[in-house]
Each structure stands twice: as C-alpha cells, then as structure tokens.
C-alpha cells in the first residue's frame, strides 16, 4: 500500500538524469547558436544605447519641458503638468536623475517593442479562433511563469545585460497588449463590420479604416498596462543587469538599507503614475467621437 | 443637376433558397420537394431562410419587398450583394451571376454596381460626416478632390450642409440615416439597396425621409430594392412589390394589384389597414371611354388617386369627372359612386 499514500515518483536518479540532459541539450544549443541569436539582436542593443544616451545627454530643464508638453497635449489638463513637472523635480533633487533616465529609457523600448511584436500578433488573433486558441495559453504562460525562471534561459543564451533584461520586460509585459488589441478588433460593431464589406472594402481596408481606428481606445489600454508591467519588471530585471532605478532597490534589499530603497522605490512610483497619467487620459481622448451632444 | 441616364442593371432573382445550420447543402433535396419552414425545423433543425425565391426587378425602378421579422426580407436583400451567400439559386445583375462571381470580381461588384444603406445606419463613428459620406469613393481608390466634391453634392442634396465636420453621435437618428443616404448615393452606384432604411425613424421623419428619397429618385433613377414591414410605405414608395412570409413571396405586383386583389388572407390582412383612398388610382376603377364622349368638363389626369379625384368633383357641379391621359385626351369617366365603392374593401375580411 505504499504507492497509496506516497505518489509513485520517477527515482531521483532518473529524474536527475533527464534535468541534466535537458540542461546539457540546451547549453549545446546555446553553444551552437548563441552568437548568431546575439548578432539577431545587435539592433536591439544598438537602438537601448542610442534611447539611453538621448536621455542622458538630454539637459534636465528640456526633458522636463518636453514631459510638461507631452502631457499637455495628451490631457489638456494642467494637474497632469505640473504634477509630472513636480515629482521630476522631486526625483532629480533627491540624486535619482540619472537611474530614472535609465529606467525611463528601458521602459520605453520595452514599450515599443512590446507595442511593434504586440499589435500584429494581436490583429492575427482576431482574425482566426484558431490563432487565437493556440496563443492563449502561451499568454497565460508568459503572465504566470514566474519572472525569475525565464530569465535563467535567457541569461544562458545570451549573457548578462540589456538585450536579456528587454526580453525578459517584453515577455513579462507583452500580454495585456496583445490581449486587448485582439479584444478590440472582435469588439467592433458587425453592423459597421458589415457597411464596410456591403462597399467592397479590402480586408487591408477594413482593418485601416473601422477595425483599428474603433479598437484604438482598447488598444490604448493594452498600452498603458504594457507600460505598468514594463516598469514593474525593470526592477527584476536590474538583478541580470539591467541598469537603472532597481539597481539601487537590489542594493538596497541586499544590505538592508531602508532610505535608499524607499527614496527609489518612490521613484518608480512617481514615473509610474506620469506614464499611466498621460497614456490614459490620450486614450480617453481618442474616444471624444463618443460623446453624445444629441439625446 | 445633369441628365442621369436610368439605370441599366436589372435584377433578377431565380429560384433562390437559403437554409441555415450546420448542413446546408443536405437539406437541398428537402427544399426542392417542397417542405416548409416549419417542418424543416422540426425534422432536420435547419432554418429555411428562403424558399425558391424568383423575382424580377426592372431597371430604373423602385422594387420594395414587404414582410414582417422574421420572413426572411433582410436576408432576401443580402443576397443582391452576396452578404450572405445563398444555398442554391442565381442573382443576375445586369446579366451576370453575382452568384458565381470570385473574391475580387465580388468586390468590384460591391464597389462599383451596389450601395446599400442599413437599418441601424452603420455610420463609422470615429469619422466626421464628410468622412463617412466618401467612404465609398475612397475604397474605390478615387482621387480625394473627387471624393469631397461629390460628397458635399450630396450632403447638401440630403440637406445636411452645414454638419460636414460633425460625428455621427452628435446628430439625430433622421440625420444619421441622411448620412446614410449621402454615403450610398455618393457611390454613384446603378443599383441601391435599402434595408429597412427609414424604419428607425419617427413616423414623421420617416415620411419626410421617402419624399427626400422619391425627389431624389425622380433625377437619378436608379435600380432601388427597398426592404420595409410597413405597408404604407411599400405602397407609397414601390414601383412594384413583393410580399414575403416565412421565406416565400406570397405576392408580387404594383400598388394597384396587392390593394385591390390581395392574393390571400395574409396580405388581406395587411390591406385592410391602409388608407384605400391615398393609393388606389382612378385608372383602376373608373369606365372606360373607348372613343365615346366626355362626360364631364372637369378632368383628372391618369394617375391620379381616388382621393384627389373625389376632391376635383367636389369641387364641381357634376357627379362624374373625366379621366385623361397623359396627352390631355379623355380615356375614361369616373362617378362619385364609383369612387365610393373603391373606398370599401371588396372581400370581406374571412373572421368576421
């Protein structure tokens, strides 16, 4: 009766030895492909330099001025403004500049990256259910997976530093995008749908002239939760290298120093909120068509 | 405005059936021996759509096809530009199997020869009414100087100059629905298919919606399909009429036939309620001349309804009023009393 009441398990024996030959496989592979997979990515590499060093090289008053304006623009709303101008002067007052630009930096290729792989595979999945049933479950692997497992394959593959840490962000921050751009496009009206078909419209033509513009403000929320994630996970990611606001946390975390942590996790909060600010009230404005003004 | 030539393309519907459900195409045999609507549902859980349905629009007219929900007239109207595409059966378009037509030939098809104008309006919401009125001309690929400026002909020909740069919810359901309009009529299409297309609307707007569209078609005399569930407008705006029930037509005819020989109970039914006097025509009713005299100085041209023809004898010494062709020339005589009885259903309603 033992089998009863202990679950019969392969011996370690058996099971050491498949780890291992998964491992072994996988370093082989690494081996064999890691530079080609590297040099696939030099773009990416190059393109988080040139973002990072823009930021860096960027006088504090212009940037300030140019997330003053980019609010403004996308809110129309003066607390938006000055609450973004305050809490960067607030950050930049308190020694955080230059990890904020970092961070800021990384987020936002994350973001476009997350946005260019995102929204095509999204658009994919609203044409085809079959599409559709075979990436949900790899969206439901890459939300729950914790974040630390897929950074050791990573890692592996192709070392230590910002090209790992943006796959890991993207994979981590990737859903919600590609989720609502799919959610948007299916929740288009089928009477409008059916207009556009009844004129003869391409489905090139359809898909640039109702189906996206009508899932914009879904897709615009896909993009502000890509962008909470990004940041959220650029902090985990400081631990493969990735430098920034969470390489003070990290250090923080190590030696138990409770200012430092606090003053960045601030930070991260302040830039947060500036981001979520902007992108969402920019998507409520791209609904303005739906207000009604007749009864 | 120029002279537009009337439209060419006939349409012309034959033995057309629609099953829905899982299998359609094994239900054929049961559709060609006759089975209906009902029994289909209960032996074999398809839904007959439409049964061998056969009609023939003419070209430069105004078809209206009649029925309440539920008798397939939307589906009916679909089939025109292959929205749904039909179980077996042909819709020739000026000749051509729309039928048999492949993806592309299809949507040069819908582009060019068809525009359609919907129920719920189908406005692009995100576009400004200028925006949505050249959709059509913008799919077509036309330069977009052409594209306003037709456009804004026929915004202000639906009366809507002025509201260019508004969005769609910011105006009244009457207003959409012109957009509507304007947006299938800037197509410059031959054929027009109107589904249901004013029966949103208030009763008064409504009305005023057909004169706009019974002006318009007076210039431009296209081939209109006009589906409806209200017979007044089906009498008030078709050139001919079809009337469907559970997917098949009952009866197809003028104004004229369906009023004064309603083929059975069902479109009897229907007749009783209307307003005889407002569409019955004195050429229906009235005595023949053959020749002989006119019976009266006062006249009526050829057309006219019973109720004007009541107003021009009352409003003269005489009993009896002359009825004249189009060139002036008396071709028949029409009593008061003759008059009166056409106000009075002939068959007696069967229930009562």
């Known amino acids: ?295 | 405005m120029a002279e537009v030539p009337e439209s060419e393309y006939g349409i012309e519907i034959k033995g057309l059936s629609k099953v829905f459900g899982a299998n359609p195409e094994a239900m054929v045999p049961f559709v060609e021996q006759g089975m209906t609507k009902a029994e289909m549902n209960e032996q074999h859980g398809h839904v007959l759509g439409l049964r061998d349905i056969n009609i023939s629009m003419p070209a430069g007219r105004i078809q209206v096809i009649m029925g309440l929900s539920g008798s397939g007239k939307s589906t009916l109207i679909r089939h025109i530009n292959r929205l749904i595409d039909p179980t077996i059966g042909q819709v020739l378009v000026g000749g051509e199997d729309v039928v048999k037509m492949d993806q592309t030939a299809l949507r040069a098809f819908r582009r060019h020869k068809t525009a359609m104008v919907f129920q719920k309006f189908a406005l692009l919401p995100h576009r400004t009414v200028l925006e949505n009125t050249v959709y059509g001309l913008q799919v077509q690929g036309v330069p977009r100087e052409q594209q306003v400026e037709a456009a804004m002909r026929w915004i202000e020909r639906v009366g809507l100059a002025g509201y260019e740069t508004n969005y769609p919810n910011q105006l009244s359901g009457g207003m959409q629905q012109r957009v509507g309009l304007a947006r299938a009529l800037t197509n410059d299409a031959p054929i027009l298919l109107m589904d249901e297309a004013f029966s949103a609307l208030d009763p008064l707007i409504r009305t005023d919606m057909q004169t706009v569209l019974l002006d318009i078609q007076s210039e431009i005399r296209k081939t209109i399909v006009f589906i409806t569930h209200d017979l007044d407008e089906a009498l008030r705006l078709g050139d001919r009429i079809a009337i469907l029930r559970d997917g098949e037509i009952v009866q197809q005819g003028t104004s004229q036939d369906i009023v004064l020989r309603p083929a059975d109970d069902y479109v009897e039914s229907f007749v009783r309620e209307v307003n005889r006097g407002r569409v019955i025509q004195v050429d229906a009713v009235m005595t023949p001349l053959n020749g002989g005299v006119a019976p009266s100085a006062a006249t009526v041209p050829s057309g006219t309804t019973v109720e004007d023809a009541i107003g021009a004898i009352v409003a003269g010494p005489d009993d009896v009023v002359t009825v004249t062709n189009a060139h002036g020339a008396p071709v028949g005589a029409i009593t008061l009393r003759q008059l009166a009885k056409a106000l009075i259903p002939s068959r007696e309603p069967a229930d009562h």
């Open chain 1, 1 to 295: 009766m033992d089998w009863f009441f202990n679950f019969p398990q392969l011996d370690n024996l058996t099971l050491g030895a498949l780890r291992r030959s998964i491992d072994d496989g996988f370093r082989v592979f690494t081996r064999a492909w890691g530079d080609p997979i590297e040099s696939f990515f030099e773009p990416l590499r190059l393109f988080l330099i040139y973002s990072e060093r823009l930021l860096l090289d960027t006088p504090w008053p212009i940037f300030m001025l140019v997330v003053a304006v980019l609010g403004w623009l996308a809110s129309r709303r003066w607390t938006v403004v000055i609450g973004s101008v305050l809490s960067l002067g607030l950050i930049g007052f308190f020694g955080m500049w230059e990890d904020t630009m970092r961070t800021v930096s990384m987020t936002f290729v994350c973001t476009v990256v997350a946005i260019v792989v995102g929204i095509p595979i999204g658009i994919l999945m609203s044409r085809s259910n079959r599409v559709q049933a075979i990436f949900n479950p790899i969206l439901d692997v890459m939300q729950t997976m914790p974040s630390f497992v897929y950074l050791i394959p990573v890692v592996m593959l192709l070392g230590i530093g910002r090209v790992p840490g943006v796959l890991a962000v993207v994979v981590y921050a990737i859903p919600p995008i590609i989720r609502l751009t799919n959610l948007g496009i299916r929740l288009v009206d089928r009477d409008v749908l059916e207009a556009a078909d009844a004129f003869g419209s391409s489905g090139w033509q359809k898909l640039r002239n109702v189906q996206m513009p009508l899932a914009l403000p879904t897709i615009m929320a896909g993009i502000n939760q890509t962008i909470m994630m990004a940041l959220a996970m650029v902090v985990i990611a400081s631990m493969i290298g990735v430098q920034g606001l969470g390489q003070p946390v990290l250090r923080a975390i190590n030696n138990q120093y409770f200012t430092m942590g606090m003053f960045n996790g601030l930070a991260i909060v302040a830039i947060a909120i500036i981001f979520d600010r902007i992108s969402q009230s920019f998507g409520q404005r791209l609904q303005k068509y739906r207000e009604v003004v007749h009864g």
